[in-house]
């Protein structure tokens, strides 16, 4: 009997602790996880609308929120940024609106977010790229999701192949996702004013011809740059990684092309397969690129009347080539996007224990470079008992110790070229000159005949750099 009672006992025990378990297990459940160290996943960073917007468009992009804990979740908030303006519309569960609050998510379960984007491409105001995000609130933690859509119709080229001799003409800006590849042998023709916006993943890459005919106006020219427009990142550079000429690319021409915002605008590796230059540059603009201008290898460059500025390194020529410059501006303001840390030009005949012939002219140039750590802003090293002729030929330049080895003719050094204004909160540089210069009336005679605004050259006496004072 009295055994039989134990028995019972327990067994009565033992319903209430499976019943007080699953009553713990329910109300755990049910209760709330308070810890912003909750473990919630978004399961996207960033919504994309690349859809070609040919008409007013309207898509729709999701994303989930979901809870991986065993006990609920409370968003405190989920809001659209740009409210009840915002081009995105957002609808959570079947409910539109641009905020919502205390919404609850059972463990281990998720809830939906779909946002749609409508744009009427047509309207005259309308930015090239919208944006917005959705911000995420729980447990006192903020995260966004952002939103991203074309807000203009494009050429949308996603690892594009130029296959044949292609031509562009400016009908509709080039939007590059992906990459663009120029085959061997195929030519692509870029004519005036058409503009190249260039995603952060999405290299040029020649392997055959890039020739670009840009003309001197603003408008006519032709750009490459970042596809990030809005503020701040327009004027971030390496937002794009750049154009580069591979070792089969030959006869390359640019004029009057603008690279700015690049990793690195122009990287250019070994000679032309043919007896022209691999590269001719033209009365360009190459402009806040983060680690270098043009990064050339034994290779072979023809420069007029260019910008290279407020690069890591604007140039970087190395293992030896054929280059000719004239009537350049190299030149690197240090600020808040580029430190000024590398000369404006280093040039060598050597890439560890491997050296090439170098021939390389420099006439009527300016180097310089300020608010940086550099004292010599040309830098020339030599190896070996190649061919080694360097001649810097009628220039301006800032340099502590001439560069041995190299003929220097006629050279203006450690005098500022007073350039016309230069801003660097305002991020603004007009590398004009003023008529106080030093490099006024200095050059030397050349055929180049108009500057890189599309000015006559004084007959004779040639002002030194890219622009002439008119």
Known sequence: MQLSYIF????????????????????????????????????????????VFVTAGSTYRTFKIINEN???????????????????????????????????????????????????????????????SIQVSYNGKDRLVQLEAWGQNANFLRNKVVSTNEIWNNNLPYVILGSLTINTNQTLTINKGCRIYVHADAPIIVNGTLQVNGQKDTADRVYFTGDRLDEPYKDFPANWPGIFFQAGSKDNVLNYAVIRNAFQAIGITDPSPNASPKLILN?????????????????????????????????????????????????????????????????????????ADLNAIFRNCIFWGQNGLVDDEVVVLKSGNTVFNVNFDYNLWKVQAAPAGVSANQIINNQTPQFDSINTSRNFYDFRLKSTSPAVNKGTSTSVTTDLDGNPRAVGLPDLGCFEKQ
Do not use: W
């Not at 319903?15 to 399961?43: E, G, H, Q, Y």
């Not at 910008?307 to 890591?312: D, E, F, R, Y």
């Open 70 to 132: 065993n006990q609920k979740l409370l968003i405190s908030s989920l809001q659209l940024s740009g409210g009840t303006s915002s081009a995105f519309k957002m609808n959570v569960d079947g409910t539109a609106g641009t905020r919502f609050n205390n919404l609850e998510i059972n463990a281990n379960d998720s809830l939906y977010v779909f946002v749609q984007v409508n744009v009427n491409p047509g309207a005259a105001n309308l930015p090239f790229v919208i944006r917005d």
């Open 8 to 51: 019972t006992i327990m067994k009565i025990f033992g319903l209430l602790t499976i019943s007080f378990l699953l009553l713990f297990v329910s109300c755990r459940k049910d209760s709330f996880i308070t810890s912003p160290d909750a473990r919630v996943t978004i399961s996207a960073d960033t919504l994309k609308y690349d859809t």
């Open 283 to 355: 009365e360009c603009v190459i402009d806040n690129n983060y680690d270098a201008g043009i990064v050339a290898v034994n290779s072979s460059i023809r420069a007029r009347n260019c910008l290279i500025s407020n690069c890591g390194k604007n140039l970087f020529l190395v293992k030896g080539g054929d280059y000719q410059f004239t009537h350049c501006t190299i030149v690197t303001i240090a600020n808040r996007y580029v430190d000024h840390k590398d000369p404006v030009l280093a040039l060598t005949n050597f890439t560890n224990n491997s050296t």
